[in-house]
């Protein structure tokens, strides 16, 4: 069983949808990363959440310490928000885990 | 500021020859990461740098590899003999201390392929 697991693995939506990406894990963590990766093969660090909710733009990200479960919510999707997203978690700057990614595509 | 820096931005070689990947993280940060991306294991941590000095090398996959951080400015990862199947794209990340803690800053990734 992978220590982080996300859902769906791939994900089309049309654009201006509300598009929910999930993130469970079984490990211990201090801080839960969520990351973009564009087509191009680049990274972007999208939130660092260690409890409660982050907001950026159309992106929120929410973490359940107790369930340990972590969702990144799009709102008013835009066929730019196309990407892989990839759920990471840390112990205190150490033995980072990663999920395996969630293919987003929004559709025009 | 240029964000973190990487070269080269892709490298093909040949299997045994040694391939050296450089780093220069953001001014400032002080922590260093070194990834590895494949489409079969996905994003995985390599070794960590806090303060030039190596925190975790757990993920360093074996001898062959080795990484550096000869001072706060540059890093390199060195894969020695290389082989096949180190072909993957490497990233380096940084971090600093401040509000941020622990927000890494990518790098674009160096493709390697071994031949």
């Known amino acids: 069983k992978n220590e982080v697991e996300q859902s769906p693995q791939n994900l089309t939506a049309q654009e201006g949808e509300f598009i929910t990406i999930n993130c469970s894990y079984s490990?211990?963590?201090?801080?839960l990363h969520w990351l973009q990766q564009h087509p191009g093969g680049g990274i972007v660090s999208l939130f660092m959440?260690?409890?409660g909710k982050k907001k950026h733009g159309r992106l929120i990200a929410t973490i359940n310490i107790q369930e340990k479960h972590s969702s990144l919510h799009i709102t008013a999707s835009h066929p730019r928000d196309s990407a892989v997203y990839i759920c990471?978690?840390?112990?205190?700057?150490?033995?980072?885990?990663f999920g395996p990614g969630t293919r987003l595509s929004v559709l025009p | 500021d240029a964000g973190v820096i990487q070269s080269p931005r892709h490298e093909v070689t040949e299997m045994g020859q040694e391939v050296t990947l450089r780093c220069k993280p953001i001014?400032?940060?002080?922590?260093l990461f070194w990834y590895r991306q494949t489409m079969m294991r996905g994003l995985e941590l390599l070794i960590y740098?806090?303060?030039?000095?190596?925190?975790?090398d757990s993920g360093m996959p074996e001898d062959r590899f080795s990484a550096k951080m000869p001072n706060a400015s540059f890093s390199t990862l060195k894969i020695q003999p290389s082989e096949p199947r180190d072909s993957a794209v490497y990233f380096c990340?940084?971090?600093?201390?401040?509000?941020?803690?622990?927000?890494?800053?990518f790098g674009p990734g160096t493709r390697l392929t071994v031949l």
């Open positions: 990340a940084s971090s600093g201390y401040g509000a941020s803690y622990n927000e890494q800053f």
């Open positions: 490990v211990g963590i201090s801080a």
């Open positions: 959440l260690s409890s």
């Open positions: 990471a978690g840390d112990n205190y700057g150490q033995n980072f885990v």
């Open positions: 001014s400032g940060h002080n922590s």
């Open positions: 740098f806090n303060n030039n000095v190596p925190i975790d």
